[in-house]
């Protein structure tokens, strides 16, 4: 079953066409990757899913909810998670405290979060956390300041963050950039395990060849703004116009 769909997408900046007419069929379960070389449009992409940025023309399905004109955080609780290229944590709070808030926001919403001494002492927001840290192995750093992470762990921390929140489907832009072969290795060990613990659906934008056929269910490829190619890693891997257009030939 398809859990997204995407239909005649469309968008410009100004002269330039970042997307040309974008087809894409996300099927529930599974682990869709999305390649090609730089500027070909996968973050634009990623931004129509989540509210950033509106397609001139087409339709993104997510399920029987069209997610086109959606602010970020109707999408967010409609079940669409999203971990950004750059991770976006709360810098200067611990990582506990990253955590807790969005698991309150889930469960009472925004609002909830204007009165902090409210998440602070709520039992029940902090256990789920603390299991939640547990769960991508930062527990024993609970009280750290997130800014002092090192980058792979600040982007566990992010995926906890995304994670309490129970996605139906969850976006990846680039999880591995800039980390250390090891961080990128404990990454994949840690999105591998949790597909099959939770039957979350991924959609991972990925430069780095390794993790994209260590993880990938299906793969399509985006060139100059449109689909050129698409199919199993396996079929991938040989297509002629993949590697002309992506191993630039
Ligand atoms: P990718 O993520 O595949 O590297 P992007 O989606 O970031 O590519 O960019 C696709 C193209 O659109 C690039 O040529 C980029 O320069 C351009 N672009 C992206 N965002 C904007 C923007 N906000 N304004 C103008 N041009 C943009
Ligand atoms: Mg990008």
Redesign the pocket.
């Known amino acids: 079953m398809e859990i997204l769909k995407v239909q005649g997408v469309n968008k410009a900046?100004?002269g330039?066409r970042?997307?040309d007419d974008v087809n894409l069929s996300i099927e529930e379960g599974a682990v869709h990757a999305i390649i090609?070389?730089?500027?070909?449009?996968?973050?634009?992409?990623?931004?129509c899913f989540v509210g950033r940025?509106i397609p001139d023309t087409g339709t993104v399905m997510f399920g029987d909810t069209s997610l086109i004109g959606l602010k970020a955080h109707e999408i967010n609780q409609a079940g669409v998670s999203r971990v950004f290229?750059t991770p976006e944590i709360f810098g200067d709070l611990t990582l506990l405290e990253n955590v807790m808030i969005p698991t309150m926001a889930k469960r009472d919403g925004e609002f909830a979060l204007h009165c902090w001494s409210r998440v602070d002492q709520d039992a029940e927001v902090r256990d789920k956390a603390l299991h939640m840290l547990e769960d991508v192995g930062l527990v024993s750093k609970k009280g750290m300041i997130a800014n002092s992470l090192s980058r792979g762990d600040k982007r566990r921390l992010e995926l906890a963050m995304c994670l309490v929140q129970e996605p139906k489907l969850l976006l990846l832009?680039e999880p591995t950039a800039g980390m250390s072969r090891a961080d990128t290795n404990n990454t994949i060990d840690l999105l591998q395990r949790i597909g099959s613990d939770r039957g979350i659906t991924k959609v991972v934008?990925e430069h780095d060849m390794h993790v994209v056929f260590s993880l990938a269910s299906k793969i399509s490829v985006?060139a100059q703004?449109t689909v050129i190619a698409e199919g199993k890693p396996e079929d991938i891997k040989g297509d002629p116009r993949v590697q002309e257009a992506y191993l630039g030939g």
């Open positions: 900046f100004g330039l970042a997307l090609g070389p730089n500027g070909a449009g996968k973050s634009t992409l990623l931004n940025l290229q832009d934008i985006l703004g």
